[in-house]
């Protein structure tokens, strides 16, 4: 029998060869938070698999034979074997793929009845983008079916200066926001499936200053429908000597006198006077 080390070996690229299968369904696309819910799509099925793209590094084995052949996935989507020639492997799961280069082998009468075995030993052609105020922004490769928390958690999750919500901007499609504190819920309609190619976006925070009568003066994200009173008391509440009646605020240049029931806006300057005895 042909050993299997030259049966194999890799060398090039060229056309597809016969015998490819339909590729297994992606995962299902994201879904916006606000507004009205779509329905929650189905988690994928437990044998859901990878999909075979460029520059992903596969081992192909005839099992039964000692030896094993390791290629990359060239950019058109082919490797080359030696008794086969050029075979296109993109677009396919590896258990697709092995199927169909044992019917190729079987047909070409390298082998009666031949088993093969697929693995990926390097994701790199399926990936999301993480960027924005996370612990470890890059590419995180996705090698099955990942929810939004997942790829969250893989990245370290958001740093202290970020907002309450993502931005997910996928290949084709309108942006959507989803926040944070839903992920982690454990509910799989807040929890959406990430695609290849999709950009996740953890964005800062708008801020606010305060300064004067209050604990701890200094610079605080702005929480969604904040208001003065609250403001004053995420920097610690006021001295003994605060006032917290009518706060001075610079908004957009221009100082105002507001009551602690108005809202927080962005860049919103708060001075806490003394107050009068």
Not at 143 to 168: D, F, H, K, P, W
Not at 182 to 187: F, K, M, Q
Not at 209 to 235: D, H, K, L
């Amino acid at each position: 029998m042909i050993k299997f080390a030259m049966a194999l070996c890799l060398v090039g690229i060229l056309p597809a060869a016969a015998g490819a299968q339909t590729p297994a369904a992606v995962a299902p696309p994201v879904v916006p938070l606000t507004g009205a819910q779509s329905p929650a799509k189905a988690a994928p099925a437990a044998d859901d698999e990878y999909i075979v793209g460029p520059e992903d590094v596969i081992e192909v084995e005839v099992v039964g034979l000692p030896d094993r052949a390791r290629t990359k996935v060239y950019t058109d989507g082919t490797i080359q074997l030696n008794l086969l020639g050029k075979v296109q492997v993109a677009g396919q799961t590896p258990r697709q793929l092995g199927d169909q280069l044992a019917k190729l082998l079987k047909d070409g009468g390298f082998y009666a009845n031949p088993v093969v075995n697929v693995e990926v030993v390097s994701f790199a052609s399926r990936y999301v983008t993480v960027l924005g105020a996370v612990s470890a922004p890059g590419l995180v490769p996705i090698n099955r079916a990942y929810r939004m928390s997942e790829i969250l958690a893989r990245v370290g999750g958001v740093t202290g200066a970020a907002a309450e919500y993502l931005v997910v901007r996928p290949e084709s499609g309108p942006e959507q926001r989803y926040f944070i504190r839903d992920l982690a819920t454990g509910d799989a309609s807040k929890d959406p499936f990430v695609q290849a190619g999709d950009k996740i976006y953890a964005p800062l925070a708008d801020i606010f200053y305060i300064s004067g009568q209050v604990r701890a003066p200094g610079t605080f994200p702005i929480a969604p429908g904040m208001t003065i009173g609250q403001a004053i008391a995420r920097s610690g509440g006021l001295t003994e000597s605060g006032n917290g009646k009518k706060i001075e605020v610079t908004r957009a240049g221009k100082k105002l006198k507001l009551d602690p029931s108005a809202k927080v806006e962005p860049e919103d300057v708060l001075v806490v006077k003394e107050r009068l005895f």
